[in-house]
Structures are given as structure tokens and as C-alpha cells.
């Protein structure tokens, strides 16, 4: 089977290997024109919204094109996994937090098993292709290509957005030079909401689709970790990461739950305890505890650093989304 008849099947039992493997949305886009046609990475660099990320800079043109990375890329293959694990009912809010994406085991590692697994089954399909796996520590704008891809919208937060799984994903991509039958984008259905702009305890986005990192608790918790806090960095309780913008979005009621078992939460980082992150003397508990997760990157002693301001500042709690459902922002009819 040839031309348009055998890229579909090809497509399609591409997808459906995604879906075996535990993929929870899969979508294809076609790889040749650049990602960022109206110039907004550049811009975004050039306003130093970036912060001390120089390797954002650094490797912008591979961002933009992924022609750079695998020369005579074709398509772009995006898929998501679920990493939503809701907090059982009236769990007490605790003094310290960590984001949920770093709760679980490192999904870096694992994601990227399961992406070359789906790479083989490319290969069987398109033998002698060229593939190239990617997560999001590779110079791939992977938000970006999702949305090409129909996997996702992006939302004012500048987040994913799935209409099942909502913002809690993990994302990667595989750029091959093998020709698939492309998707077609998901609608942008924030609607009118700014739920999540209003939300930000920081006021990181200037504008809607625009994050300031030099504002952004996540930035200040992880990207900075060699470095003291800067003086405005007000952590509002977070130790690793911030959750704020994602726990307002009303997409998130229908946030598919993960079953993913190395996405179950470790209890020392879901209710983190101050004093293993606060006391030189548990510096040891505290490198056990992240172990394997992704905050081994980070480290305890940024972790701890992280800890002693969030305590020495008050904090300002997020909104509530409750009486956010309606036409605009993720009512239940438009799932």
C-alpha cells in the first residue's frame, strides 16, 4: 500500500501502539515549516524573559526548526501522558509544596523508554527512517509541536491544554523523516477565562501567552538552584516548581488520572515535612527522599534554600476555580 492510503495505516498503527504503550493523546504535524513563523521565541529572548536560561538562547534556531536537529524531517509525531494524581478529599493544605510533576519518579527517564519504544515500531513500518526522540530536555519547542499536532491547545498560561486530560501531562515528540498522515490542531477553547493570568500569586505573565520567568516561582525554585534567591522572590509556600496556574484551570475538573504507577506520589514530596526540608541536620533524608524523581536535578541544598524563604514570607493562596464552568473556559459541553 502506497501514497495517501498507506501513510494512513501507517498513522494509524502508530497510534494505536502510542495508545498500548500508555500514551493518553497522540497527533502528527508535518515537520518542514518552522515552528515560530511570527518570530514570539525571539522576541521573548530578546525581552530577557528568559532570565539566567542562557541555553534557551543558545539553541533558539533548533527550537524553531527542527530541520536542524534531523536534517530531511518530514513529520513530527506529539504524544501526552497523564500525570494527574487528585488529592484525596479534605486533605489539610500544607505548609510547604512541590509541584506535581516532580512527586513521581523522574518521568524523563520513562517517557523516553516509551518513545523509543514507539520508535521501533516506526522503524518496522519505514525501515532505514531516521528518528529522533525527544522530551522536553531536548532544544524541541514540544508545546509547540503538540499544538501543531492536534494534542493539545496552548492556554494563556502558555501550558498544554487537552480537553480530557487537561494540563497535567508529560509530552514528547519523534521527528522522522518517514511522510504521515497529519492532524488536524485542536480550537483554542480558553474562551474569555483568564482564570489562570489572575490566579498567578506572582503576576508572571504580562500578557496572555506570555510568562516572565524572572517572576516565576518555578523558575526561582529550580532554574536558580547554584545561585542565592533574588530578593523579590516572594515562594508563597513553593519548595520545587508551582502548581497555582494549573490547580485555577477549569480544563483540569476533567483531568484524566493517571494509573501510570511511577506517577504515584512520594508522601515525604505530595506533604512535604518542614523539617527534613528546613534542617541542615536532614540533609541526608532530604537526597533520599528526591532520589530518582526529577528534583535530584534540582538538589537538597537548593530544595532546602527554597524551603527557608518560603517559610520566612507569607504566602497568598490560589483561587478557587469552583463557578468558573460555562461557555467560555472548559464547561462540560464542550468535552
Not at 501514497?3 to 518542514?32: I, K, M
Not at 536542524?68 to 524531517?73: F, I, K, R, V
Not at 528526591?290 to 535530584?296: D, E, S
Amino acid at each position: 500500500m502506497s501514497g495517501a492510503d498507506g501513510r494512513q495505516e501507517s498513522t494509524r498503527a502508530l497510534e494505536r501502539r502510542a495508545y498500548e504503550l500508555g500514551f493518553h493523546a497522540f497527533g502528527v504535524a508535518d515537520a518542514r515549516p518552522p515552528i515560530d513563523p511570527e518570530g514570539r521565541l525571539q522576541a521573548w529572548l530578546e525581552e530577557g524573559m528568559h532570565g539566567g536560561m542562557e541555553w534557551m538562547a543558545d539553541s533558539a534556531s533548533r527550537r524553531i526548526d527542527v530541520q536542524e536537529s534531523l536534517p530531511g524531517a518530514r513529520s513530527v509525531i506529539a504524544v501526552a501522558v497523564s500525570y494527574y494524581r487528585p488529592e484525596p478529599p479534605e486533605t489539610p493544605e500544607p505548609e510547604l509544596r512541590t509541584a506535581r510533576y516532580a512527586q513521581g519518579l523522574d518521568y524523563h527517564r520513562w517517557v523516553r523508554r516509551r518513545l523509543r519504544k514507539l520508535r521501533l515500531t516506526l522503524l518496522e513500518l519505514f525501515p532505514g527512517a531516521k528518528v529522533y526522540p525527544t522530551v522536553d530536555t531536548s532544544p524541541v519547542l514540544e508545546r509547540a509541536w503538540a499544538e501543531r499536532a492536534g494534542v493539545a491547545w496552548i492556554g494563556k498560561s502558555t501550558m498544554a491544554i487537552h480537553p480530557r486530560l487537561g494540563t497535567y501531562t508529560f509530552l514528547g515528540t519523534l521527528i522522522t523523516d518517514a511522510v504521515l498522515q497529519t492532524s488536524t490542531p485542536l480550537p483554542d477553547r480558553c474562551g474569555s477565562c483568564t482564570a489562570c493570568l489572575d490566579a498567578c500569586p506572582t503576576d508572571a505573565f504580562p500578557e496572555p501567552g506570555v510568562l516572565d520567568a524572572r517572576k516565576c516561582i518555578s523558575y526561582w525554585t529550580l532554574e536558580t538552584r547554584d545561585q542565592p534567591l533574588p530578593d523579590e522572590a516572594e515562594l508563597h509556600g513553593w519548595v520545587a516548581g508551582c502548581d497555582v496556574c494549573q490547580e485555577v484551570c477549569p480544563w483540569n475538573k476533567f483531568a484524566l488520572p493517571s494509573t501510570e504507577p511511577r506517577t504515584e506520589p512520594r508522601a515525604g514530596l505530595r506533604h512535604p515535612d518542614v523539617e527534613v526540608f528546613s534542617q541542615p541536620s536532614a540533609h541526608e533524608a532530604l537526597t533520599e527522599l528526591i532520589a530518582g524523581t526529577a528534583l535530584q536535578r534540582t538538589g537538597a541544598e537548593a530544595l532546602r534554600r527554597n524551603a527557608t524563604r518560603a517559610r520566612a514570607r507569607p504566602r497568598r493562596d490560589s483561587a478557587s476555580f469552583e463557578g468558573l464552568d460555562g461557555e467560555d473556559g472548559g464547561s462540560s459541553s464542550q468535552t
